[in-house]
């Protein structure tokens, strides 16, 4: 009995510290953003997720009425701006754009990661890039059944490049060879310039690119765009179809970048980082900015950015164990 009234009244006497600091926690929600927020970008300056990132930044900067600072820190096919934003302090002052390879592919391509995708909490999916496949202007494949019957017409398949291994453009064509049955090998670049490039000058057949990234190449002629891994046409290529028109209803790929903070961020701190965002994605001018580039915006919940992130993984976490995928 003695034992239990002594903790009764320990319990009491922490009520107060407890109280305390859940109003501690809800003064500093209240007082958020009061500084600089830090967002760092997992890739070099220049590429789509470096975009969107400063597309957005300077709208939510006027937002929010703090400097929002883009911090490039690539490397370690993102691990190191990952590691870094899960160690940060939970605060909200420090976010990290992060897309499916930092998120859903890498726990099934690397044995040991320097971060857990489980210390980094969404806050929202910010847009997506889907998946086209191209090949070469000299190409005799003029559609994507063309370039099916190709590979197929071939007993040791075709080479295919791709942005390098473990990305998005790497999985998409993973899954259209599963898909479709091909037999297809992997020529990994560093970026997707340096493969765009030998598609166009015909030294590997075909890629999966995203319109963000081949857009120059397309529109000059250089490469042909065949089909799209999207549910619907893409409004830059209206007259290139889906592969689900062509028969292929589960060749669906895309690079999908959202934002994540380090995982014990105050629910009332991402709450109000998702409304801001969202509504900087919403801007007409950031929208329409973000759609020439190349981009599906999108502005999700925190939880609907969870939900498609579990879903995402059980999909493609299949996909590279059935294919014995791995970076390590």
């Given at each position: 009995?003695?034992?239990?009234?002594?903790?009764?009244?320990?319990?009491?006497?922490?009520?107060?510290?407890?109280?305390?600091?859940?109003?501690?926690?809800?003064?500093?929600?209240?007082?958020?953003?009061?500084?600089?927020?830090?967002?760092?970008?997992?890739?070099?300056?220049?590429?789509?997720?470096?975009?969107?990132?400063?597309?957005?930044?300077?709208d939510l900067a006027n937002r929010i009425g703090q400097p929002v600072v883009?911090?490039?820190?690539?490397?370690?096919?993102?691990?190191?701006?990952?590691?870094?934003?899960?160690?940060?302090?939970?605060?909200?002052?420090?976010?990290?754009?992060?897309?499916?390879?930092?998120?859903?592919?890498?726990?099934?391509?690397?044995?040991?990661?320097?971060?857990?995708?489980?210390?980094?909490?969404?806050?929202?999916?910010?847009?997506?890039?889907?998946?086209?496949?191209?090949?070469?202007?000299?190409?005799?494949?003029?559609?994507?059944?063309?370039?099916?019957?190709?590979?197929?017409?071939?007993?040791d398949g075709l080479n295919y490049g791709s942005a390098g291994a473990g990305?998005?453009?790497?999985?998409?064509?993973?899954?259209?060879?599963?898909?479709?049955?091909?037999?297809?090998?992997?020529?990994?670049?560093?970026?997707?310039?340096?493969?765009?490039?030998?598609?166009?000058?015909?030294?590997?057949?075909?890629?999966?690119?995203?319109?963000?990234?081949?857009?120059?190449?397309?529109?000059?002629?250089?490469?042909?765009?065949?089909?799209?891994?999207?549910?619907?046409?893409?409004?830059?290529?209206?007259?290139?179809?889906?592969?689900?028109?062509?028969?292929?209803?589960?060749?669906?790929?895309?690079?999908?970048?959202?934002?994540?903070?380090?995982?014990?961020?105050?629910?009332?701190?991402?709450?109000?980082?998702?409304?801001?965002?969202?509504?900087?994605?919403?801007?007409?001018?950031?929208?329409?900015?973000?759609?020439?580039?190349?981009?599906?915006?999108?502005?999700?919940?925190?939880?609907?950015?969870?939900?498609?992130?579990?879903?995402?993984?059980?999909?493609?976490?299949?996909?590279?164990?059935?294919?014995?995928?791995?970076?390590?």
């Amino acid at each position: 009995m003695t034992t239990r009234r002594t903790l009764i009244r320990s319990l009491l006497a922490l009520g107060p510290v407890v109280a305390g600091l859940g109003i501690a926690s809800q003064a500093a929600a209240q007082s958020y953003p009061s500084k600089p927020v830090r967002w760092i970008v997992p890739y070099a300056a220049g590429g789509g997720s470096d975009f969107l990132a400063r597309t957005i930044s300077q709208d939510l900067a006027n937002r929010i009425g703090q400097p929002v600072v883009v911090d490039n820190k690539p490397g370690g096919n993102t691990a190191i701006g990952a590691s870094e934003t899960a160690r940060a302090a939970a605060d909200g002052y420090t976010v990290l754009s992060a897309d499916n390879g930092t998120l859903v592919f890498n726990p099934a391509l690397y044995k040991s990661l320097s971060y857990n995708p489980k210390d980094l909490a969404p806050v929202t999916l910010l847009g997506r890039f889907p998946m086209i496949l191209v090949v070469g202007s000299g190409s005799q494949a003029t559609s994507a059944k063309d370039f099916i019957a190709q590979v197929k017409a071939r007993a040791d398949g075709l080479n295919y490049g791709s942005a390098g291994a473990g990305s998005p453009h790497h999985l998409a064509m993973e899954l259209l060879k599963v898909e479709a049955g091909l037999t297809m090998t992997h020529a990994p670049y560093r970026g997707a310039a340096p493969a765009l490039a030998d598609v166009a000058a015909g030294q590997i057949p075909a890629m999966m690119v995203d319109y963000a990234a081949g857009a120059g190449f397309i529109k000059g002629g250089k490469i042909r765009a065949l089909a799209v891994a999207n549910a619907t046409r893409l409004p830059q290529l209206p007259d290139v179809p889906t592969f689900a028109e062509l028969g292929y209803k589960n060749v669906e790929a895309a690079a999908l970048v959202g934002m994540v903070a380090p995982a014990a961020t105050p629910p009332d701190v991402i709450a109000t980082l998702n409304k801001q965002v969202v509504a900087s994605i919403k801007d007409p001018a950031v929208n329409k900015r973000m759609v020439d580039f190349g981009v599906e915006p999108v502005g999700s919940t925190p939880a609907q950015y969870a939900d498609l992130l579990r879903s995402e993984t059980t999909r493609w976490h299949k996909l590279i164990r059935d294919l014995k995928i791995s970076l390590d």
